[in-house]
């Protein structure tokens, strides 16, 4: 998983409660990604960082937000957890946002919100 | 698995067999191409890429081709084998809003019979 990883791998958690999802990676990439897997909807962008303090939003932000204080992590925080959030959480890192530059993946976190 | 999708389309073939997994995309300008693999309970991992000044390219045991006219991409597996069973994902890295994103398609099941 490129030196990707993920914690924590499943969680279980009831409605109105906060959730962080950690990503952490070895490789030293700028850019860092949120995605979430769902069926029938694929993979969809939450939130990307482009640098330490910098994100911006993706297709389904509402409801997430995000921090990266350090390179190697990416942080995902739910507020207030709803059943609409359960879902299979994947992080990817790609060197730049360029033409050609690809995303690698972490193993996912499945998330179940009660 | 992990929630890839509970009506993806399947091609189911026999071990030893060539696999041809196809894909459309959606914006003529998209310049890279992706194919993901998917096991279960695991993220994507990158299998090969394309841009779109090449119409073929060859790794181990999978081609990749790419059809611009028709904005077709299709994944050809040689010698299918059982670990090779996986949902597979054409992605195109498009510019959107001042800055590529990855879309990914809605993913191929390929089961592998022994």
């Known amino acids: 998983d490129a030196g990707i990883t993920q914690s924590p791998r499943h969680k279980v958690t009831e409605t109105g409660t906060p959730v962080t999802l950690r990503c952490h990676q070895t490789?030293?990439?700028?850019?860092m990604y949120w995605y979430r897997q769902d069926p029938g909807h694929g993979l969809r962008l939450i939130h990307y960082s482009y640098g330490v303090k910098d994100t911006d939003k993706g297709e389904v932000s509402d409801g997430y937000s995000v921090s990266r204080s350090k390179t190697e992590d990416f942080l995902l925080t739910l507020e207030s957890a709803t059943s609409s959030q359960t879902s299979v959480y994947f992080c990817?890192?790609?060197?730049?946002?360029?033409?050609?530059?690809?995303?690698?993946f972490g193993p996912g976190t499945r998330l179940t919100v009660l | 698995g992990e929630s890839v999708g509970l009506h993806l389309p399947t091609l189911s073939v026999q071990e030893g067999d060539n696999s041809i997994i196809n894909c459309a995309y959606s914006n003529s300008a998209s310049d890279y191409f992706i194919w993901y693999k998917q096991e279960s309970g695991k993220g994507p991992q990158f299998i090969i890429d394309?841009?779109?000044?090449?119409d073929k390219r060859q790794g181990q045991r999978v081609t990749v081709l790419l059809n611009k006219t028709v904005k077709h991409l299709s994944l050809q597996i040689a010698a299918t084998q059982p670990g090779d069973s996986a949902v597979y994902f054409c992605a195109e890295n498009m510019y959107e809003d001042s800055s590529y994103k990855l879309i990914f398609g809605s993913g191929t099941r390929l089961l592998v019979r022994p």
């Open positions: 394309i841009r779109s000044n090449m």
């Open positions: 490789e030293n990439h700028r850019y």
């Open positions: 990817a890192i790609s060197e730049g946002q360029g033409s050609t530059d690809t995303q690698y």
